[in-house]
């Protein structure tokens, strides 16, 4: 008798279970959709270094104690190797005329780089620039930085893309929320801590994203970062992060600027 009391309960128990379940998974879905960013970030200046103010700068990346750019617009792309004190250009690849050079990534001994909009990535030898090998993807070619498995592209929507980063097929796509809200135009990258640092095109922010959910889980405001008497009155907007994980050195910068930061975040209250 006792026996089939306990075996009735736990018939009951299951469908009750499972809506429980359910429900717990919908509030947990409605959270990471719609929770606030968790932080604001300012800036403090470190340092300031010169920078080409010709260079278009579509990507960025710190390597064995150097800069490696990637710059964009038509006859005017390249990828470059830089000193980082001097901002001179001691390596230089000139893309041909017809491409628009985009983000690039290091990954092992290879540079990758996107373009624009002719759906066409480049490899190339990280140290003689020799290209190598070539890829397409349907997208147009914004971002991209790696979390060492896997090469992390933004294609200028609100989703990052997650590729094979030796055969370059699409793995995953992952949409960017802020707020509750699809956030677009997700540009450079740079993938610091597990987190991507994401320069959001034609703002002053870089979004910190979980690249796991695709919530941005802070916001860096870089507000008045180039002061109007370096603008010269020609230059573009805030784009381009590097990371030198060894010493925890942020670098950023924009296009056409003649300058490039190191800059420490400091917390501010949302
Ligand atoms: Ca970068």
Redesign the pocket.
């Known amino acids: 008798m006792k026996k089939k009391v306990v075996k009735k309960r736990l018939y009951f128990s299951i469908p009750l279970l499972l809506t429980i379940l359910i429900v717990v998974l919908m509030i947990y879905i409605v959270n990471t959709r719609t929770s606030k960013p968790q932080e604001l970030y300012g800036y403090q200046v470190i340092n300031t270094f010169p920078h080409d103010p010709n260079a278009f700068t579509q ?3 710190y390597a064995d104690g150097f800069l490696y750019e990637s710059t964009g617009l038509e006859g005017r792309s390249s990828i470059r190797k830089v000193e980082l004190e001097t901002g001179k250009v001691v390596q230089i690849y000139n893309l041909p005329d017809k491409y628009f050079g985009e ?3 290091i990954f092992e001994d290879k540079i990758i780089q996107l373009t624009y909009q002719s759906h066409v990535g480049f490899v190339y030898n990280k140290t003689t620039f020799e290209p190598l090998q070539q890829f397409s993807y349907r997208t147009e070619g914004w ?3 790696h979390n060492g498995k896997q090469i992390i592209m933004s294609d200028g929507s609100a989703s990052i893309s997650f590729l094979d980063p030796n055969s370059f097929e699409l793995i995953s796509r992952v949409p960017v929320y802020y707020k509750g809200s699809l956030l677009r135009y997700v540009n ?3 993938y610091i801590n597990g987190k991507v640092f994401a320069n959001i095109w034609g703002s002053d922010y870089i979004a910190v994203i979980d690249p796991h959910t695709g919530q941005v889980k802070s916001i860096i405001d870089l507000k008045g970062l180039l002061k109007t008497q370096d603008t010269n009155g020609k230059v573009d907007v805030l784009n ?4 030198d994980a060894v010493n925890k050195r942020l670098f950023v910068t924009g296009k056409l600027w003649p300058k490039l930061f190191e800059i420490k975040l400091i917390s501010k209250k949302m």
Not at 240 to 243: E, K, L, P, S
């Open positions: 990507g960025l990346v983000g690039i990534t971002g991209l930085t450079e990258l740079e381009g992060i590097a990371y």
